[in-house]
Nanobody, 126 residues
Framework: QVQLVESGGGLVQAGDSLRLSCIVSGRTFWRNAMGWFRQAPGKEREFVAGVNWNGDGTYYKDSVKGRFTISRDNAKNTVYLQMNSLKPEDTAVYYC???????????????????WGQGTQVTVSS
């Protein structure tokens, strides 16, 4: 059984930074691609960033490129999302997700992820 627990959300002002963390239980964490998604009220859950199994490949939603950085520490079973220069439109619940199999590769398709965390709220005030 794989469990994901996010932390690090909060209320910040525009231009501030936050770092989200996601701790994953399970011995096979290192094999999985990991993704961060977000869902704002009234909107669909969308891909934000992803990292492949060994950290060599990272992928981002266009609107966060240059501001957000995803990384992983397989020794700690943890994936991070560093968010800089936050904007009010970044306000959402952020979810961590794990994709098993598929040679540890990332996809933006949320239906391809097998395990999800409970989410952490990020609110950016103007």
């Amino acid at each position: 059984q794989v469990q994901l627990v996010e932390s690090g959300g909060g209320l910040v002002q525009a231009g501030d930074s936050l770092r989200l963390s996601c701790i994953v239980s399970g011995r096979t964490f290192w094999r999985n691609a990991m993704g961060w998604f977000r869902q704002a009220p009234g909107k669909e859950r969308e891909f934000v960033a992803g990292v492949n199994w060994n950290g060599d490949g990272t992928y981002y939603k266009d609107s966060v490129k240059g501001r957000f950085t995803i990384s992983r520490d397989n020794a700690k079973n943890t994936v991070y999302l560093q968010m800089n220069s936050l904007k009010p439109e970044d306000t959402a619940v952020y979810y961590c997700a794990a994709r098993t199999g598929n040679l540890g590769t990332v996809t933006q398709d949320r239906t391809s992820y097998d395990y999800w965390g409970q989410g952490t709220q990020v609110t950016v005030s103007s």
